[in-house]
């Protein structure tokens, strides 16, 4: 029977920032985030596929915490009521106890091409997802499209704002800020 | 002196997109496209760095064509009116006798993971330019950001219909209407 020990995962994920920040991702290894958690290599492969996943896992759920938004509005929602719910089902996702580390992820992400091209194609993959979700809710198309890019972008850009050094509003927050500076320029 | 045959680098363009739809992406080398099109390898490294670079270069001044729209645009123009002129400009790149290669390359590209990610990437690159042309014009963030991605999805959008079967009208005609559908949405 295999024991999971409870914290694991998330001490590996912690061990696995902090050598991807000092080393850089190159060249760190599963073995050396393994060493640093206090687990063998073979823990760390029952968690994570591999070093990159540990950056990439729970993309799913990312995308799902956005896309449940849409599924569980009215039927009469308007194409930006569902983009406005999309971002706070979303939101719950990025709880405070997570700006940390979303701070590091980031930060390792950015300073490494290969991972920043895996990063983007992860923003069309949320793009793409709530394409869809917007047109199975009865948006038409190019609305469903164009909603569907200003839910991801009013995200991204709430998201980096809300890594900031020094920010303490909530995610939340911050995207209605967004979503508002958004409706006035689209009224200019 | 190395001489220059007018037409080698579009022929080799052509043999490529040819081989790559026939074989695959991965199937393919310098080598096959350079014997497709009569030249020598060598021929082809003076062309092209690398077999994906066919599919790629021209990258700056694809996203020269918008942002050259922008730095034209009257000092008072809205960022609206900024999307809008990037989009015209933009639209000069793709005249209509690029359409069926543009197609072919679309089609190359969707059957491969890692050229997908390229794509995305190059997507990404071009949002990323439009957002620093309209802060060099004058936009505030967060507005010139989703002013950027606005004109980026407009133009994805419209360049998928652009090379969908049977369309033909020009890509400046298929931008004003997906902006319309984007004013009607938007306030909505």
């Known amino acids: 029977m295999v024991r999971w020990e409870p914290g694991t995962r998330e001490r590996l994920r912690a061990a696995a920032l902090e050598l991807f920040a000092s080393r850089g991702f190159d060249e760190t290894t599963a073995a050396d985030i393994a060493a640093r958690a206090g687990v063998t290599e073979r823990t760390f492969f029952r968690h994570y ?12 759920e990312f995308v799902g915490s956005f896309t449940a938004g849409i599924a569980a509005a009215p039927a009469d929602a308007t194409a930006m009521e569902l983009v ?17 580390s979303s701070r590091d992820r980031q930060a390792v992400i950015e300073a490494n091409g290969a991972l920043l091209e895996r990063e983007h194609h992860k923003a069309a993959a949320l793009g793409e997802a709530l394409g869809t979700a917007l047109r199975t809710h009865g948006v038409a198309e190019p609305s469903a499209t164009l909603a569907a890019q200003v839910c991801a972008t009013v995200f991204h850009i709430s998201f980096q704002q809300w890594i900031a050094d020094g920010e303490t509003r909530s995610l ?4 209605r800020s967004v979503l508002a500076d958004f409706a006035t320029l689209s009224r200019a």
């Open 49 to 60: 596929a591999d070093k990159r996943d540990v950056l990439f896992l729970g993309e799913d």
């Open 172 to 175: 939340d927050e911050i995207e």
């Open 84 to 100: 406005a719910a999309a971002l706070r089902s979303g939101a719950s996702y990025f709880a405070d106890e997570r700006r940390a």
